[in-house]
């Protein structure tokens, strides 16, 4: 099994500052790649920012510039430091993870998701 932890998410100004950690433990061979994505109530669930095991990063357009995420450190962890939130940053911020991991002789690939972090930006 494979477990997702995340933390930091809570209330921030616009215009403040928020860093989000999210990291993976369990039965892990290889980490793939992991990131952040954002949903709202009523809407899908949207690329925030990801990164591969190789450290190459993508960012959606809207958080560029103001959100940088981390490399995968040696404990399975990823954080995404934001700066310079907006109102339109209020979600829940789901981590994911692209996992391969060994059963038996048999290596298996899936993603998996952490349950989210709520973050809400006030004016």
């Known amino acids: 099994q494979v477990h997702l932890v995340e933390s930091g998410g809570g209330l921030v100004q616009a215009g403040g500052s928020l860093t989000l950690s999210c990291t993976a433990s369990?039965?892990?061979?290889?980490?793939?790649?992991m990131g952040w994505y954002r949903q709202t109530p009523g809407q899908r669930r949207e690329l925030v920012a990801t990164?591969?095991?190789?450290?190459?990063?993508n960012y959606a357009d809207s958080v560029k510039g103001r959100f940088t995420i981390s490399g995968i450190n040696a404990n399975n962890t990823i954080d995404l430091q934001m700066n310079s939130v907006e109102l339109q940053d209020t979600a829940v911020y789901h981590c994911?993870?692209?996992?391969?991991?060994?059963?038996?002789?048999?290596?298996?690939?899936?993603?998996?998701w952490g349950q989210g972090t709520q973050v809400t930006v006030s004016s």
């Open positions: 994911h993870l692209g996992v391969t991991v060994l059963n038996g002789d048999q290596l298996h690939e899936f993603d998996t």
């Open positions: 369990g039965n892990i061979f290889r980490i793939n790649d």
């Open positions: 990164v591969t095991s190789r450290g190459i990063t």
